[in-house]
Every structure is written in structure tokens, then in C-alpha cells.
């Protein structure tokens, strides 16, 4: 049996525990979180023992693995606590909010033969996937151009909470939503953050809600000139409203949300791509890291994807400061 845990049982971390405990040779043995409340809710559903801390759970409990849904700026603390413990490690994006500190967590699962991946689920969206399977199909030939966006009415519903404090969120929108636009960008083109200028606004709150990027981008030598905008102050609630144009040599490729078209001189090929749920994107996600944690297939979202979005996006609130373009230390 795969003895799993999950640590910041919260919303989150509630909906992974309930979709791991269901997978075959996988068990929900313990929680940690620090509100009263919550763990008493997860001791009831479950009926395991629910701690405080990482650290008693892990004096406490055998585990194989955890799966963490915590504040950002705790993951780090927690994720290398279970490292050291010889224990797998599911993190939820961000993966954290330094950048030394995901090549700590990158050089620890490495010298400790342990499987460490960040909840990027897009990299299982049917349509993310398609983008990706273009663009390395050369269709649209060398892709030099990129252009996205993400919105949604995110501060409205963060304000009075945990995501609205930058000493446990690390950052506003950016780091939060805007996470995964950045990871997709990335992911979907195969590249890597070289240098970023970015404009933040934080309309009057303690965290960033609007962030406007224009970053170059490596692909295995090529450039590509990147604009990027996120809004937490936007129309679409629940889910994000997003977009993802790329422009090649030969041709382009753009996702409206909906609708992935492809434009290759004269001819115009459309699909609509199904849209998965949450739940079942959550569900892929996760019987892949544990899958990747057992040596029985290779894991779809490594840290280094993790830790790219983390350099992109604290390199943009540095530019935001100073004013300046500033090169992104994205090396793993």
C-alpha cells in the first residue's frame, strides 16, 4: 500500500486526499494542517490522525509519500522536511517563492532517489496538449512570437484571506493563477525564461493584481519574444479567462479559451478540444506523481518546470521594483 498524507487539508488539499484515498494501492494516513476546524473536518471524513505540523507527522507516521497544499511560502520548509524523511513530494504551484529554494528541493529529491512534482494539470489538458503537439509538429514552422493573457475576479474573492498576504502567498495573481500561464507558455513552446521587463499594479491592495511582461524566451537556441498579461481584477469567475497566441515562420497557432485554430497561409484548420473538469484533471495529475514515485512512468510535471516559473516570476516583481529588464537565473 502507498501511504500517502496531505499537509494544508484545506479546500485543495481535501479534494487531492479524497481522489488519492480512491486510487487503487493508495492510502490517505494522516493530515496536517493548523486550523482547529479543519483538521477536526478531515479526522472526520478519513478517520486517521490530523497534526499541526509537518514535523509531528513525520515522528508520527510511516509515509510514502505527501501531497502539499499549503500557503506558498510554506512549501519549502514542508517540502524539504519530507525530503529529508525520505518521502515523495506533491506540491502545489507555485512550487515556492525563492528561487534558491527550488534548486535546494531539485538537489535533494536528486541525491535522495525521491520523486518531486509541482500541480502544473494543464500539462494533462487535452487542450494544452494539442498546442503542444503543433508546435512540435512544425506546422506554424519556427515559432519566434507569443502572446497570452489570463484574467479572472481574483482579488474579489482572495481579498480577506491567506492568498491577500504576501508573507504566505508570496506575491498576488502572478504567483497565484498567473502561475499557470506562465507554466503553459513554457511548457507548450518548450522554452525556457532568458530576460524579463514587467509592469505590476497592485490597485491598492497589499499584493500584485495586474502584471504586464515582455520577456525573450530560449528554445533550444532560438529566441522567442514574449508578451504576457495577468489579471486578477477580471470578469471570469471560477475559472480563467485565457488565451495563447504563438506566431511562426510558417504559420500560427491561437487558443481562445475555446476554440484552437491554426493558420497556414490561405487554409485555416479549427477543433474544439474537450474541456476536462478539475476533478479529473486533478485525478491525472496525481495518479502520475504517484506512478512516477512507484518507477512505473515517467513524471509529466518535473520540478524544473517548477522552478522556471518561479525564476520568470521573481525576476518580473524585481523588474517591477527597480525599473529595469533583468536577466531570469532559470539554470536548475
Known sequence: MF???????????????????????VSIVAGVDPDDDTREQFADEFDVPVYETVEELLDGEFLDAVTIASPHTEHFDQALAALEAGVHVHLEKPMVTDLAGARVLIDRADAESLTLAVGYQ?????RYVELRRIVDSGR???????????????????????RSDPSLSGGGQLYDSG???LDALLWVTR??????????????????????LAAVLDRDGARLTASIAVSGAGSSIPEPGESLRIIGTEGMVTFDGETIEVTEGDVIYRAT?????????TRKKLRNFVDAARDEAD????ATDGLYVTALTEAAYESATTGRRVNVDGDA
Request: proline share 7%; net charge negative.
Open 3 to 25: 501511504r500517502v498524507a496531505g499537509v494544508g487539508v484545506g479546500t485543495l488539499g481535501l479534494v487531492e486526499c479524497r481522489l488519492l484515498d480512491e486510487m487503487d494501492g
Open 122 to 126: 494543464r500539462h494533462f489538458d487535452p
Open 140 to 162: 506554424i514552422g519556427d515559432p519566434h512570437m507569443v502572446v497570452c493573457h489570463l484574467e479572472q475576479e481574483w482579488i474579489q474573492w482572495t481579498e480577506n484571506e491567506w
Open 179 to 181: 502561475s499557470h500561464l
Open 191 to 212: 522554452s525556457k525564461p532568458v530576460t524579463v521587463s514587467a509592469a505590476v499594479d497592485h490597485r491598492g491592495y497589499d499584493v500584485d493584481v495586474n502584471s504586464a
Open 273 to 281: 478540444p474537450s474541456e476536462p473538469d478539475f476533478e479529473t484533471l
Open 299 to 302: 513524471l509529466a510535471i518535473p
